[in-house]
């Protein structure tokens, strides 16, 4: 065997063995197995993950306006405007007339402005406004608590691993990984 090599071991390559292998969660079949004999560094050398998860879920996606309840359709969207542009866009046009939020440009705070006889509940939406719980907006004009985030703060991950080296026992390692976000 040779001095070093790498192994791959892609999510998606063995699913005729491990059927309920997910993109975080899986186990590789390798087309052989692979014997090590004598003191040997096992480390990861790279990782690689898609940025496709998306913002918007079944678990976040609720608003209620008054007695309706607006479902924001799940995905990814990109920006706090396009949210908000959505958001405008689920309201009739009476609705529209009552209701308008917007993003304080010089500190990203979210401004509702509600008018007499509304009443808008954030819901599961109401982080991703940079408010707090289940927030309720009123008559008048509400701003956030805190900056809007349409990522709710997950604009990087950090990879915990073990590494086992021959001679030293197991390590624990942590690297951080940040996307162009930050």
């Not at 976040?60 to 479902?71: G, V």
């Not at 954030?122 to 408010?131: D, E, T």
């Not at 073990?162 to 390590?171: A, N």
Request: glycine share 4%; aromatic share 14%; hydrophobic share 35%.
């Amino acid at each position: 065997m040779a001095a070093h090599f790498y192994v791959t071991l892609p999510s998606n390559s063995s699913f005729q063995y491990f059927p309920d292998n997910t993109l975080s969660s899986f186990t590789t079949q390798l087309p052989e197995p692979i014997l090590l004999t004598g003191s040997w560094e096992v480390a990861l050398c790279e990782i690689q993950y898609p940025f496709n998860w998306h913002n918007v879920t079944a678990s976040n996606c609720r608003i209620r306006l008054n007695d309706r309840e607006i479902c924001f359709p799940h995905g990814y969207y990109d920006t706090m405007q396009d949210v908000i542009d959505k958001f405008h866009e689920l309201l009739t046009e009476d609705e529209r007339n009552n209701v308008k939020i917007y993003q304080q440009k010089h500190n990203l705070r979210t401004t509702c402005k509600i008018k007499t006889g509304t009443t808008l509940a954030l819901q599961g939406m109401s982080h991703m406004f940079g408010f707090l719980e289940n927030k309720v907006c009123i008559e008048g004009f509400t701003v956030s608590d805190i900056s809007s985030d349409v990522h709710s703060g997950l604009t990087s991950f950090c990879l915990f691993t073990l590494t086992l080296l021959s001679t030293k026992g197991w390590v624990i390692l942590m690297y951080p990984c940040c996307g162009w976000y930050e």
